[in-house]
């Protein structure tokens, strides 16, 4: 792959971990924490978003197909980058390794979840607070999916620092500073609200 080539399919991958694949887990998140006012609550958000027009459409596109490239370019990006942790015990090249382990550990995280609950739609089981209870109620399934949150969690917030940088928005090491706190804030924010919401369910 040439170095012009490899540069704007960087951009792509880091592009779509935001828009629309950062944008869903946020969205995501937040319906699941409507599970906190019961089960009602969270089958009424379930319903009105299994009825959004063109479904089946908008999900291959906008979340589907983003999704599969930013994983799968995300792994190639993870078994060829160079981490410098042995040489340079820095902030930023832990959180280059974590990025690239929580980037791995998401692709069979994802597709697990996708089987217990989009595959399991389309073979005819209800998606509602009673699935998840049930998914949820084996204790080694609470913390698979605990797992799960934490690393998408860290994976988007980190994310966008990231972006940031590579597109140029934050130059100086100051704005990268101030970045970090922001960054940390989201994945504390967004980690609350998705432990929450899946331990609303058990």
Request: aromatic share 18%; net charge positive.
């Amino acid at each position: 792959m040439s170095k012009d080539r490899e540069f704007y399919w960087r951009r792509l991958h880091s592009l779509l971990g935001i828009i629309p694949v950062g944008l869903f887990l946020t969205q995501h998140l937040f319906i699941n924490f409507t599970a906190t006012n019961g089960a009602e609550s969270f089958n009424t958000a379930s319903e009105f978003m299994g009825s959004l027009p063109f479904l089946w459409a908008l999900e291959w596109i906008v979340i589907y197909i983003p999704l599969m490239f930013h994983a799968f370019y995300g792994v190639y990006i993870a078994f060829t980058g160079q981490p410098n942790t042995k040489r340079f015990s820095t902030f930023r090249n832990w959180m280059f390794v974590l990025q690239r382990f929580t980037g791995v550990f998401l692709v069979v995280f994802i597709a697990w979840h996708i089987f217990q609950t989009r595959i399991q739609k389309a073979l005819g089981t209800e998606v509602d607070y009673n699935m998840m209870a049930d998914v949820l109620s084996n204790p080694w399934m609470v913390a698979f999916y605990i797992a799960g949150i934490i690393s998408a969690t860290f994976h988007l917030a980190n994310g966008i620092w990231a972006f940031l940088v590579s597109w140029g928005i934050t130059q100086s090491p100051r704005s990268q500073k101030i970045a970090t706190y922001v960054t940390i804030l989201i994945f504390l924010v967004l980690s609350v609200v998705g432990v929450s919401a899946l331990l609303a369910f058990v």
